[in-house]
T-cell receptor
Protein backbone atom coordinates (compact mmCIF):
# COMPACT_ATOMS: atom_id res chain seq x y z
CA UNK A 1 0.00 0.00 0.00
CA UNK A 2 1.27 3.44 -0.90
CA UNK A 3 0.96 6.19 1.60
CA UNK A 4 2.45 8.39 4.29
CA UNK A 5 3.23 7.12 7.74
CA UNK A 6 3.96 9.18 10.82
CA UNK A 7 5.28 7.89 14.09
CA UNK A 8 4.71 7.86 16.92
CA UNK A 9 0.99 8.61 17.17
CA UNK A 10 1.54 10.26 20.56
CA UNK A 11 4.80 11.75 21.85
CA UNK A 12 5.60 13.18 25.24
CA UNK A 13 8.34 15.71 25.72
CA UNK A 14 10.01 16.72 28.94
CA UNK A 15 11.09 20.32 29.39
CA UNK A 16 14.45 21.00 27.76
CA UNK A 17 14.32 17.87 25.65
CA UNK A 18 14.61 17.58 21.87
CA UNK A 19 12.22 15.11 20.23
CA UNK A 20 12.02 13.86 16.65
CA UNK A 21 8.86 13.09 14.72
CA UNK A 22 9.12 10.62 11.88
CA UNK A 23 7.52 10.98 8.43
CA UNK A 24 7.97 8.39 5.69
CA UNK A 25 6.31 8.16 2.27
CA UNK A 26 6.46 5.46 -0.39
CA UNK A 27 4.62 7.49 -3.04
CA UNK A 28 7.83 8.56 -4.80
CA UNK A 29 6.88 12.18 -4.18
CA UNK A 30 9.52 14.87 -4.53
CA UNK A 31 7.99 17.44 -2.18
CA UNK A 32 7.31 17.03 1.55
CA UNK A 33 5.88 19.35 4.18
CA UNK A 34 5.45 19.72 7.93
CA UNK A 35 2.44 21.55 9.41
CA UNK A 36 1.40 22.40 12.93
CA UNK A 37 -2.31 22.37 13.86
CA UNK A 38 -3.62 24.10 16.99
CA UNK A 39 -7.26 24.13 18.14
CA UNK A 40 -9.32 26.82 16.42
CA UNK A 41 -6.53 27.72 14.01
CA UNK A 42 -5.66 26.81 10.47
CA UNK A 43 -2.66 24.65 9.68
CA UNK A 44 0.63 26.54 9.73
CA UNK A 45 3.62 25.56 7.63
CA UNK A 46 6.80 24.77 9.58
CA UNK A 47 9.20 23.55 6.89
CA UNK A 48 8.96 22.19 3.37
CA UNK A 49 11.28 20.38 0.99
CA UNK A 50 10.96 20.45 -2.78
CA UNK A 51 13.68 17.86 -3.38
CA UNK A 52 16.21 15.69 -1.57
CA UNK A 53 18.92 17.59 0.31
CA UNK A 54 16.98 20.84 0.12
CA UNK A 55 14.46 22.39 2.50
CA UNK A 56 12.99 25.81 3.21
CA UNK A 57 11.56 27.51 6.29
CA UNK A 58 7.83 28.03 6.46
CA UNK A 59 5.93 30.57 8.53
CA UNK A 60 6.79 29.18 11.97
CA UNK A 61 10.20 27.49 11.67
CA UNK A 62 11.69 28.86 14.91
CA UNK A 63 12.37 26.10 17.39
CA UNK A 64 12.18 23.35 14.76
CA UNK A 65 14.70 21.64 12.47
CA UNK A 66 14.42 19.15 9.61
CA UNK A 67 16.57 17.06 7.30
CA UNK A 68 15.92 15.51 3.88
CA UNK A 69 18.69 13.00 3.30
CA UNK A 70 16.42 10.50 1.55
CA UNK A 71 13.53 11.11 -0.81
CA UNK A 72 11.12 9.07 1.29
CA UNK A 73 11.96 10.53 4.69
CA UNK A 74 11.49 14.01 6.20
CA UNK A 75 11.95 13.92 10.01
CA UNK A 76 11.07 16.94 12.15
CA UNK A 77 12.93 17.74 15.36
CA UNK A 78 11.20 19.87 17.97
CA UNK A 79 14.01 21.50 19.90
CA UNK A 80 14.06 22.85 23.45
CA UNK A 81 13.91 26.33 21.91
CA UNK A 82 10.26 25.72 20.95
CA UNK A 83 8.55 26.96 24.12
CA UNK A 84 5.01 25.93 23.22
CA UNK A 85 5.31 22.62 21.37
CA UNK A 86 1.98 21.07 22.35
CA UNK A 87 0.09 20.61 19.08
CA UNK A 88 -0.93 18.14 16.40
CA UNK A 89 1.79 17.76 13.75
CA UNK A 90 0.92 16.77 10.20
CA UNK A 91 3.29 15.66 7.48
CA UNK A 92 2.32 15.82 3.82
CA UNK A 93 3.83 15.06 0.45
CA UNK A 94 3.07 15.93 -3.17
CA UNK A 95 4.39 14.62 -6.51
CA UNK A 96 5.93 18.01 -7.14
CA UNK A 97 5.75 21.39 -5.46
CA UNK A 98 2.36 23.08 -6.11
CA UNK A 99 0.54 19.77 -6.67
CA UNK A 100 -2.14 18.25 -4.47
CA UNK A 101 -0.78 17.30 -1.06
CA UNK A 102 -1.41 13.94 0.63
CA UNK A 103 -1.39 13.86 4.41
CA UNK A 104 -0.17 11.42 7.01
CA UNK A 105 -2.26 10.51 10.10
CA UNK A 106 -0.47 13.00 12.36
CA UNK A 107 1.48 12.95 15.63
CA UNK A 108 0.15 14.57 18.79
CA UNK A 109 2.94 16.08 20.89
CA UNK A 110 2.32 16.70 24.56
CA UNK A 111 4.57 18.30 27.16
CA UNK A 112 5.06 16.62 30.54
CA UNK B 1 -1.34 39.17 3.66
CA UNK B 2 -3.78 36.43 2.66
CA UNK B 3 -6.23 35.38 5.36
CA UNK B 4 -8.76 32.56 5.11
CA UNK B 5 -11.90 32.46 7.24
CA UNK B 6 -14.45 29.70 7.68
CA UNK B 7 -17.81 30.45 9.25
CA UNK B 8 -19.43 28.88 11.17
CA UNK B 9 -16.84 27.11 13.30
CA UNK B 10 -19.34 24.35 13.99
CA UNK B 11 -22.59 23.17 12.41
CA UNK B 12 -25.07 20.48 13.42
CA UNK B 13 -27.85 19.38 11.06
CA UNK B 14 -30.25 16.42 10.80
CA UNK B 15 -29.45 13.60 8.43
CA UNK B 16 -30.74 14.06 4.88
CA UNK B 17 -30.44 17.83 4.74
CA UNK B 18 -28.54 19.69 2.07
CA UNK B 19 -26.00 22.10 3.54
CA UNK B 20 -23.44 24.72 2.59
CA UNK B 21 -20.07 25.41 4.18
CA UNK B 22 -18.43 28.76 3.60
CA UNK B 23 -14.85 29.86 3.02
CA UNK B 24 -13.71 33.43 2.42
CA UNK B 25 -10.28 34.81 1.54
CA UNK B 26 -8.94 38.35 1.51
CA UNK B 27 -6.70 38.38 -1.58
CA UNK B 28 -8.08 37.26 -4.94
CA UNK B 29 -4.58 36.46 -6.31
CA UNK B 30 -4.86 32.74 -5.77
CA UNK B 31 -3.53 29.80 -7.77
CA UNK B 32 -6.24 27.41 -6.58
CA UNK B 33 -8.53 26.59 -3.66
CA UNK B 34 -8.91 23.20 -2.05
CA UNK B 35 -11.39 21.62 0.32
CA UNK B 36 -10.20 18.93 2.74
CA UNK B 37 -11.86 16.64 5.23
CA UNK B 38 -10.35 15.76 8.62
CA UNK B 39 -11.71 13.05 10.89
CA UNK B 40 -11.01 13.40 14.64
CA UNK B 41 -7.33 12.88 15.45
CA UNK B 42 -6.53 11.97 11.87
CA UNK B 43 -4.82 13.42 8.83
CA UNK B 44 -6.49 15.30 6.01
CA UNK B 45 -8.10 13.97 2.85
CA UNK B 46 -8.38 16.16 -0.23
CA UNK B 47 -11.99 16.44 -1.45
CA UNK B 48 -12.00 18.96 -4.27
CA UNK B 49 -9.53 21.30 -5.93
CA UNK B 50 -10.70 24.31 -7.95
CA UNK B 51 -8.20 26.05 -10.19
CA UNK B 52 -8.37 29.85 -10.23
CA UNK B 53 -9.82 29.78 -13.77
CA UNK B 54 -12.65 27.43 -12.77
CA UNK B 55 -16.01 28.24 -11.17
CA UNK B 56 -16.88 24.87 -9.65
CA UNK B 57 -15.95 21.24 -9.18
CA UNK B 58 -18.15 18.25 -8.36
CA UNK B 59 -17.47 14.88 -6.80
CA UNK B 60 -20.45 12.69 -5.94
CA UNK B 61 -22.63 14.53 -3.42
CA UNK B 62 -20.09 17.34 -3.07
CA UNK B 63 -19.99 20.52 -5.12
CA UNK B 64 -17.49 23.32 -4.55
CA UNK B 65 -17.80 26.76 -6.10
CA UNK B 66 -15.30 29.58 -6.40
CA UNK B 67 -15.91 33.30 -6.85
CA UNK B 68 -12.49 34.94 -6.93
CA UNK B 69 -13.80 38.47 -7.32
CA UNK B 70 -15.76 38.29 -4.08
CA UNK B 71 -13.18 36.13 -2.29
CA UNK B 72 -15.60 33.30 -1.55
CA UNK B 73 -15.95 29.57 -1.95
CA UNK B 74 -18.75 27.28 -0.85
CA UNK B 75 -18.85 23.53 -0.34
CA UNK B 76 -22.32 22.12 -0.94
CA UNK B 77 -23.12 18.69 0.52
CA UNK B 78 -26.29 17.06 -0.76
CA UNK B 79 -28.38 14.57 1.21
CA UNK B 80 -26.08 14.61 4.24
CA UNK B 81 -25.26 11.36 6.05
CA UNK B 82 -23.84 10.64 9.53
CA UNK B 83 -20.62 9.52 7.82
CA UNK B 84 -20.16 13.09 6.58
CA UNK B 85 -19.47 14.18 10.17
CA UNK B 86 -15.95 15.61 10.22
CA UNK B 87 -14.09 18.90 10.13
CA UNK B 88 -13.94 20.51 6.71
CA UNK B 89 -11.03 22.81 5.92
CA UNK B 90 -10.41 25.05 2.98
CA UNK B 91 -7.00 26.22 1.83
CA UNK B 92 -5.91 28.66 -0.86
CA UNK B 93 -2.67 28.38 -2.74
CA UNK B 94 -1.30 31.88 -3.17
CA UNK B 95 0.16 33.05 -6.47
CA UNK B 96 3.26 34.63 -4.95
CA UNK B 97 4.88 31.58 -3.37
CA UNK B 98 2.46 28.71 -4.01
CA UNK B 99 2.12 27.97 -0.30
CA UNK B 100 -1.20 26.92 1.20
CA UNK B 101 -3.00 29.31 3.55
CA UNK B 102 -5.55 27.49 5.69
CA UNK B 103 -8.86 28.28 7.29
CA UNK B 104 -9.52 27.02 10.82
CA UNK B 105 -12.22 24.64 9.62
CA UNK B 106 -15.92 23.99 10.16
CA UNK B 107 -16.79 21.06 12.42
CA UNK B 108 -19.83 19.35 10.92
CA UNK B 109 -22.07 16.99 12.87
CA UNK B 110 -24.83 15.10 11.05
CA UNK B 111 -27.44 13.81 13.49
CA UNK B 112 -29.07 10.47 12.64
Amino acid sequence: DGGITQSPKYLFRKEGQNVTLSCEQNLNHDAMYWYRQDPGQGLRLIYYSQIVNDFQKGDIAEGYSVSREKKESFPLTVTSAQKNPTAFYLCASSPDFQETQYFGPGTRLLVL
Amino acid sequence: KQEVTQIPAALSVPEGENLVLNCSFTDSAIYNLQWFRQDPGKGLTSLLLIQSSQREQTSGRLNASLDKSSGRSTLYIAASQPGDSATYLCAVEVDSNYQLIWGAGTKLIIKP
